[in-house]
Structures are given as structure tokens and as C-alpha cells.
């Protein structure tokens, strides 16, 4: 696992490149399975909701395009991120911070989502008690990632870097992102992790032939 500050810098070093590779890693597939994620939540009007290490913007914006009434913040480190999250959608609220100390009272929100975060962040425990902290008694937590460590997610692992050395002259960053993803936990033992924070399961969701699985935790 890299530093903290590692990660900040790869992060703002990949940031332009980061929607055309995400495009290109999930053969296009990628704001689907967000939005079918998002559609999940069951998101109401007014809910406050917050994005963690919400990147470039997607989940965050598509969450104010699914539920329009809803308040909706994004949160990331990365300031490169952050801009381009802000030129594409002016409807959401983006602010830097870090996952691992959030800078808000307890139970502020109605639901919190991360998507492809969690992975790259050091203090991971630290960054679950803080979603846990922040969200309102019954508020649920979206988590989102890769999942099963099968036969198509090998496949992919070894594909992947091939495909996307073509387009970017930062491999190395995305040889990272491949490696974290390899020594991630997959999804029953993560929610075995969030269950011990206090989080309950509410609804577990597979993708992609699990390759990709997200999970809802409600705050008991
Ligand atoms: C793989 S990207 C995911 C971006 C976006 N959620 C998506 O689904 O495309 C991971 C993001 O987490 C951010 N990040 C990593 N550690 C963080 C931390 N401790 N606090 C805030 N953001 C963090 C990075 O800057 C990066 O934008």
C-alpha cells in the first residue's frame, strides 16, 4: 500500500487521463453499473448525500441526475480530480478533504457512497468509522469495487495493463490500481469488516460476473 501522499500525487498526475482509461478498463461499461448502483439506494428527495473519493465526479453526478431533489456532495483529496469533477457537473458540491477525518458533525447524512475508493486509502478502518460517524441512524452506505477474484477478474487483471499502456504514459499508476485490487478483500469479507463498525447489510449487488460488487450497509 502506497502513502497517502503517494497516492495524492498519482492521483492529480493520472487526473486527465482518468475518464478516457475508466472508459477504456470498463469497456464503456463503468456509468452503468453506477447508475444501476445509485437506482438501489432508493435515493428521496432531500436526502443529503455525500460522495467520498468521488474523483472526477461521476457517481456524485449521476446521483443529482437520478435524484435531482436530493443535496449532493462530492469529497476527494485530489485537487486535478476535484477540478474536473467541477467543470462537469456544476450542480454538485465539491470540496477537498480526506475520507479519514471528515470535516462534519455526526449524523449529517442520509446516505453516503464511495465508489473505487476504500482500496487506496492507507487507513482504510479509520475512513469506515467516519462514514459510519457521519450518516444518519438508518442511513446507508453505498460501497462499490472491484469483487470476485475469479477467472474473468485474472483475466482482465492480465489485459488490462496491456490495454491501457497503449493510451497513457503513466502505466505504472495503473499497475497499482491492478495490485491493490488484488490484495482488496473481496465483498464477504468487507462486509464482515463493515459489520464489525456496526454497519448491518441491506442489500449486496454483483456486476460484470462479480467482477465488480457493491454492497449497502445500514447504520443499525
Ligand atoms: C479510483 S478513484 C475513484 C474515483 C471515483 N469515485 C470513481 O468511481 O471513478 C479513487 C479516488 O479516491 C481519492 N482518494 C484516495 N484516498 C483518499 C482520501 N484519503 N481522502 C479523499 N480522497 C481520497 C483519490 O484522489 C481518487 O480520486
Given amino acids: 500500500m502506497k502513502t497517502p501522499e503517494a497516492i495524492h500525487t498519482m492521483f492529480n498526475m493520472i487526473a486527465k487521463r482518468y475518464d478516457m482509461i475508466n472508459n477504456i478498463m470498463s469497456f464503456g461499461t463503468h456509468l452503468g453499473v453506477k447508475s444501476a448502483c445509485i437506482k ?26 437520478i435524484q435531482p431533489q436530493a443535496c449532493v456532495t462530492g469529497i476527494d483529496f485530489s485537487e486535478n480530480m476535484l477540478d474536473i469533477a467541477k467543470d462537469k457537473y456544476t450542480n454538485v458540491q465539491f470540496f477537498q478533504g480526506d475520507a479519514t477525518s471528515l470535516p462534519y458533525e455526526d449524523n449529517t447524512f442520509d446516505i453516503v457512497t464511495m465508489g473505487f475508493g476504500l482500496r487506496n486509502i492507507q487507513n482504510a478502518e479509520k475512513a469506515v468509522e467516519e462514514v459510519y460517524r457521519i450518516l444518519k441512524p438508518n442511513g446507508k452506505f453505498l460501497h462499490l469495487d472491484f469483487g470476485e477474484k475469479n477467472l474473468i477478474s485474472k483475466i482482465y487483471d492480465k489485459l488490462t495493463p496491456l490495454i491501457v ?56
Fill in 40 to 65: 438501489s439506494l432508493d435515493i428521496k428527495p432531500h436526502d443529503n448525500v455525500l460522495d467520498l473519493c468521488c474523483g472526477t465526479g461521476d457517481l456524485a453526478g449521476l446521483i443529482k441526475k
Fill in 165 to 220: 499502456s497503449r493510451f497513457t504514459d503513466n502505466a505504472p499508476a495503473y499497475s497499482y490500481l491492478i495490485k491493490s485490487r488484488q490484495i482488496f478483500p473481496i465483498p464477504a469479507e468487507l462486509i464482515k469488516d463493515f459489520e464489525s463498525k456496526g454497519f448491518k447489510l441491506y442489500k449486496r449487488k454483483d456486476y460484470l460476473f462479480g467482477v465488480i460488487s457493491s454492497q449497502i450497509m445500514v447504520k443499525s
